[in-house]
């Protein structure tokens, strides 16, 4: 681990944290408790070259913080597993309607689409944490350029030869560009035009 100073990377030492204990990203209630008793913290980053910007690795904290953290997190552990469960059950709720709105809305715009091919359209965009289409903002208010963009999605993967065209080494727009005609004409099919 390094520290940049006026551009110039200097060790732990040198920046005067080689005291601090590292403590990596996931437990945000230790997390939260560590950096609020911590007098000092460091946000630890890592530079991932897939999805072109930093990601965060955990935060440095004072020994003292984080084992204060701990003692505080094992006291009350049953009572956020016991909220954790009841916010899951909430969830799965929200998207079990989320999810049958937006497959009725796509059988809205796509009136001749297959019943289970809406569902599983919807299902499919909707997942939690998946990035896309169904989580955007767009999506969640069911606006029908996102629900386009969805069926349109499906259709690419799941009716033609795209899978294929990419697995091959084609270049994502060449591979669009060649299966754009099929996807327009199941489209065209599924609506009203």
């Not at 996931?26 to 630890?44: E, F, P």
């Not at 505080?72 to 999810?99: H, P």
Request: hydrophobic share 45%; with cysteine; net charge positive.
């Amino acid at each position: 681990m390094l520290h940049m100073e006026a551009g110039q990377p200097l060790c732990l030492g040198c920046a005067k944290m080689n005291d601090l204990e590292f403590l990596p990203a996931g437990d945000t209630a230790l997390t939260r408790r560590s950096t609020k008793y911590s007098g000092r913290i460091a946000i630890v980053l890592r530079f991932s070259r897939s999805r072109g910007r930093y990601q965060r690795q955990g935060v440095l904290v004072e020994p003292a913080a984080l084992a204060r953290a701990e003692e505080e997190c094992a006291g009350d552990a049953a009572a956020r597993a016991a909220a954790r469960e009841r916010t899951c059950a909430a969830r799965k709720e929200y998207d079990a309607i989320f999810i049958e709105a937006m497959s009725a809305r796509i059988r809205e715009l796509y009136p001749r689409i297959p019943g289970k091919e809406a569902r599983a359209i919807a299902a499919h965009t909707a997942q939690r944490g998946s990035g896309r289409v169904g989580r955007s903002a767009a999506g969640r208010d069911l606006q029908p350029a996102a629900i386009a963009l969805a069926v349109q999605a499906a259709i690419r993967h799941l009716h033609t030869k795209y899978d294929a065209l990419l697995a091959r080494g084609a270049d994502r727009a060449m591979a669009r560009e060649a299966i754009r005609g099929e996807v327009e004409a199941i489209v065209s099919r599924w609506s009203d035009l």
